[in-house]
Nanobody, 128 residues
Framework: QVQLVESGGGLVQAGDSLRLSCAAS????????LGWFRQAPGKEREFVAA???????????LYGDSVKGRFSISRDNDKNTMYLQMNSLKPEDTAIYYC??????????????????WGQGTQVTVSS
């Protein structure tokens, strides 16, 4: 059974850093592109970052405008784990963060509808 489990969320102050993890099981991890999305209370789901399955593919990573220069996505195919390093956190980063997996390994997408599997999320709260 496919399962994605996020971890690493918590309560931090503005300017602090967090590293989120997404552990996957039940799928061939190296064949899936991966992404992070977030959703704040009362707002729609927002794309955060994505990374392709193949390391040599041009355009391996993609970031949402609001997190460019602050967040960094990475993956370890040997550990079946994806990471989101979040630096210089702002109160507007407060949301539930979800990881997702897409069976297209050649490119990345900011469209949540293209992803096949989703985790249940981890809460990130940034105080001012």
């Amino acid at each position: 059974q496919v399962q994605l489990v996020e971890s690493g969320g918590g309560l931090v102050q503005a300017g602090d850093s967090l590293r989120l993890s997404c552990a996957a099981s039940g799928l061939t991890f190296s064949r899936y592109s991966l992404g992070w999305f977030r959703q704040a209370p009362g707002k729609e789901r927002e794309f955060v970052a994505a990374i392709a399955a193949i390391g040599w593919v041009v355009g391996r990573t993609l970031y949402g405008d609001s997190v460019k220069g602050r967040f960094s996505i990475s993956r370890d195919n040997d550990k079946n784990t994806m990471y989101l390093q979040m630096n210089s956190l702002k109160p507007e980063d407060t949301a539930i963060y979800y990881c997702a997996a897409e069976s297209g390994p050649w490119s990345v997408s900011n469209n949540g509808g293209e992803y096949d599997y989703w985790g249940q999320g981890t809460q990130v709260t940034v105080s001012s």
